[in-house]
């Protein structure tokens, strides 16, 4: 059974940085591409960053430079790192993999930036 449980989501001031966790299990965590997306109120879900099995990431021009993704394959955990958070990072934050021709998803984690 796949299972994605995300953390680390809260509420921060604007400039202020967050880490999210997401620790994966059913799968071959090592070889698994990661994402996070995220959604906001009245938007669709987006994609936020994924990280490959090499640990080559990739960002949207919205995220680059202000967050990081990374992996630790020895904890089967996909970590983002937001820095300088605006009010417009608020959203639910959800891990994503794809394994076996199917999508999984955590239940999210709510990341509120406000002062």
């Known amino acids: 059974q796949v299972r994605l449980v995300e953390s680390g989501g809260g509420l921060v001031q604007p400039g202020g940085s967050l880490r999210l966790s997401c620790v994966a299990s059913?799968?071959?965590?090592?070889?698994?591409?990661m994402g996070w997306y995220r959604r906001a109120p009245g938007s669709e879900r987006e994609l936020v960053a994924t990280?490959?099995?090499?640990?080559?990431?990739d960002y949207t021009d919205s995220t680059k430079g202000r967050f990081t993704v990374s992996r630790d394959n020895a904890r089967n955990t996909v970590y983002l790192r937001m820095n300088d958070l605006k009010p417009e990072d608020s959203a639910v934050y959800y891990c994503?993999?794809?394994?076996?021709?199917?999508?999984?998803w955590g239940q999210g984690t709510q990341v509120t930036v406000s002062s």
């Open positions: 994503n993999t794809r394994w076996r021709e199917r999508n999984f």
């Open positions: 059913g799968i071959n965590f090592k070889i698994a591409a």
């Open positions: 990280i490959n099995n090499s640990g080559s990431a």
